[in-house]
T-cell receptor, first 114, second 115 residues
């Protein structure tokens, strides 16, 4: 979905390095999410933000941090990357309707930690 | 714990034949169910959702899903498969906890449509 962009699309880094993945959206949505996808495990929620001042941990937040710089921007950081953080990372947004909140995903960032 | 399950890792169908991708759910209260599709090197695309009302939900690209409360299922269907439907399909359930709502995904089913 071109309304949600992620940079970089691919990244190879070394163990112990700090890296940042960025997400931007032009949908005007309040809610933003970070997921990681691993083969056979589906998508798992890392962090989510319901507005600029609201940040929440997901089911697998250890080793990650986030920053919501503006309504349109939500960054994911790996303070000290480790090989088991090798995965496909997706950003998503949603409007924030409590009952029918549909999430829209970016194209993903493929991260490899050597 | 509230969850969805996709019992098949892969489904193989010949083009022109009907297809079904299975999903079952375990949710207390009313379930809000979604299907997403992921094409190679792409993000997830929303296909359809069930909130309430008619048990048969129609979505994008000719897909539909049938909500069955007694069987706790939400299977994705299409009357006539296309090779271009080959992709990874995810079922998901929206879980509401107080003022928050989160999407929990199944493990995915790879659909392979052959000529």
């Amino acid at each position: 979905d071109a309304d949600v962009t992620q940079t970089p699309r691919n990244r190879i880094t070394k163990t112990g390095k700090r890296i940042m993945l960025e997400c931007s959206q032009t949908k005007g949505h309040d809610r933003m999410y970070w997921y990681r996808q691993d083969p056979g495990l589906g998508l798992r929620l890392i962090y989510y933000s319901f507005d600029v001042k609201d940040i929440n941990k997901g089911e697998i937040s250890d080793g990650y941090s986030v920053s919501r710089q503006a309504q349109a921007k939500f960054s994911l950081s790996l303070e000290s990357a480790i090989p088991n953080q090798t995965a496909l990372y997706f950003c998503a947004t949603s409007e924030g309707n409590y009952v029918v909140d549909t999430q829209y995903f970016g194209p993903g960032t493929r991260l490899t930690v050597l | 714990a509230q969850s969805v399950a996709q019992p098949e890792d892969q489904v193989n169908v010949a083009e022109g034949n009907p297809l079904t991708v299975k999903c079952t759910y375990s949710v207390s209260g009313n379930p809000y169910l979604f299907w997403y599709v992921q094409y190679p090197n792409r993000g997830l695309q929303f296909l359809l959702k069930y909130i309430t009302g008619d048990n048969l939900v129609k979505g994008s690209y000719g897909f539909e899903a049938e909500f069955n409360k007694s069987q706790t299922s939400f299977h994705l269907k299409k009357p006539s498969a296309l090779v271009s439907d080959s992709a990874l399909y995810f079922c998901a359930v929206l879980i509401n906890t107080g003022t928050a709502s989160k999407l929990t995904f199944g493990t995915g089913t790879r659909l392979q449509v052959t000529l």
